[in-house]
Nanobody, 123 residues
Framework: VQLQASGGGLVQAGGSLRLSCAAS????????MGWFRQAPGKGREFVSA????????YYADSVKGRFTISRDNAKNTVYLQMNSLKPEDTAVYYC?????????????????WGQGTLVTVSS
């Protein structure tokens, strides 16, 4: 089972990026998926999660209204559209998948993790 995150990069404050996370090795159409991030010197932080159907989503307060999570089960891919980026959004972003249908904010719930993609927002 592999999760491959991509789409990170350097962007100016106020800009946008779209992260993708492609799953391979099994289908995740019945799994909850999430995005977490880790800034330098800080712990892993929940960003957003989406249920297997895509009908339920959840966001951290810090990104609500700016980020949008979505998924395409036919492509086994989850996305994170990030708008109005701020310097404090700078972090390595990780996608994760669970063996259950969930929108949990707890990283312990997720069973599979991608390698991370770096997002740097300059002021």
């Amino acid at each position: 089972v592999q999760l491959q995150a991509s789409g990170g990069g350097l962007v100016q404050a106020g800009g946008s990026l779209r992260l993708s996370c492609a799953a391979s090795g099994r289908t995740f159409s019945s799994s909850g998926m999430g995005w977490f991030r880790q800034a330098p010197g800080k712990g892993r932080e929940f960003v957003s999660a989406i249920s297997w159907s895509g009908k339920s989503t959840y966001y951290a307060d810090s990104v609500k209204g700016r980020f949008t999570i979505s998924r395409d089960n036919a492509k086994n891919t989850v996305y994170l559209q990030m708008n109005s980026l701020k310097p404090e959004d700078t972090a390595v972003y990780y996608c994760a998948a669970a063996d259950i249908d969930t929108i949990s904010t707890m990283h312990q719930v997720y069973d599979y993790w991608g390698q991370g993609t770096l997002v740097t927002v300059s002021s």
